[in-house]
Nanobody, 121 residues
């Protein structure tokens, strides 16, 4: 069974940076696309960035130019570099997977504990 373990969150001032990591256990990492999702208080969880096995990426419009997703297939790890953070970036961030970049809007049923990102002065 696949497991996701997210880390790297914290409290950061507006304009600051954070780098999130997600280690994936199980055999799917080498064949699945990966995504980062976030859930802000009172809102539904949304996909913010995705990366295919081959390295193609996609982002929600609100984070383009500020967030960068990457993956290290040798380490079964996906990263999210977050720059120029805004207060609306405050949320719990999760990673998940699906068979293709296009299908990441319907990720697997298994979720990790997430990592809290708080953007505040």
């Amino acid at each position: 069974q696949v497991q996701f373990v997210e880390s790297g969150g914290g409290l950061v001032q507006p304009g600051g940076s954070l780098r999130l990591s997600c280690v994936v256990s199980g055999s799917i990492f080498s064949i699945y696309a990966m995504g980062w999702y976030r859930q802000a208080p009172g809102k539904q969880r949304e996909l913010v960035a995705g990366i295919s096995l081959g390295g193609s990426t996609k982002y929600v419009d609100s984070v383009k130019g500020r967030l960068t997703i990457s993956r290290d297939n040798a380490k079964n790890t996906v990263y999210l570099q977050m720059n120029s953070l805004k207060s609306e970036g405050t949320a719990v961030y999760y990673c998940n997977a699906q068979r293709s970049l296009a299908s990441l809007n319907n990720p697997l049923d298994s979720w990790g504990q997430g990592t809290q990102v708080t953007v505040s002065s």
